[in-house]
């Protein structure tokens, strides 16, 4: 094949490959700009209170959801703790650990009190039992669910995040339930991520 001809199939195979990539660089801006676009509306709500999502999970911090909504989430789910998302909210004030953390523990350790042992201990978080606490079933079981909601905080206030500087989720949930009592903690961790998101995101049912 003359040399000529050669040269005008390789600048013309260039020319190709180069349109291709071009091809693949538009298609690709698009998609990022149609998923950028998405995640704005979707977190519009967000913004708009001033809340960006927190993608370290720290517990510690001011309230990212009301006490009205923590009552939606209840209800919807037929808690027998229902109407108590004030209790839950002026907790989390007082221990500087955001509600929505003690919500995702409560969906995940029992679906809200529904099923369990916590439909007897009345406890959020399902906490073996220590000396000092009254026992089912090697739990510690309390006199009410505001006791049961109280001790939650506590434990992860002070044990967790001052004692053993403890503060994500990732950190903690090993150690809150770790698979050595047969606990997936991998899917432990997605699923209290998801219903933070869910959640903060104005979504009742996660």
């Known amino acids: 094949m003359p040399a000529a001809k050669k040269q005008r199939q390789s600048q013309g195979g260039s020319a190709k490959t180069r349109l291709q990539n071009i091809s693949l660089v538009i298609g690709m801006t698009l998609i990022i700009v149609v998923v950028g676009s998405g995640w704005i509306l979707s977190h519009a709500n967000l913004l708009e209170r001033g809340i960006w999502l927190d993608t370290s999970y720290e517990v510690a911090g001011s309230p990212t959801i009301s006490a009205d909504f923590i009552n939606q989430v209840l209800d919807s789910y037929g808690s027998p703790a229902s109407g108590k998302g004030q209790v839950l909210y002026d907790l989390g004030v007082r221990y500087h650990i955001d509600p929505v953390y003690a919500l995702a523990f409560f969906l995940q350790e029992s679906r809200f009190g529904t099923t369990g042992v916590a439909r007897?201990?009345?406890?959020?978080?399902?906490?073996?039992?220590?000396?000092?606490?009254?026992?089912?079933?090697?739990?510690?079981?309390?006199k009410s669910w505001e006791a049961g909601f109280e001790d939650w905080y506590k434990l992860i206030h002070k044990q967790y995040v001052q004692t053993w500087k403890l503060s994500t989720i990732d950190q903690i949930v090993p150690v809150y339930a770790p698979s050595a009592d047969h606990n997936d903690v991998d899917a432990y961790i997605q699923s209290v991520k998801s219903a933070v998101d869910s959640w903060r995101l104005g979504e009742v049912q996660v």
């Not at 978080?125 to 309390?142: A, H, L």
């Open 120 to 142: 007897v201990t009345l406890s959020l978080g399902n906490i073996r039992v220590t000396p000092g606490y009254d026992s089912y079933d090697g739990y510690r079981k309390y």
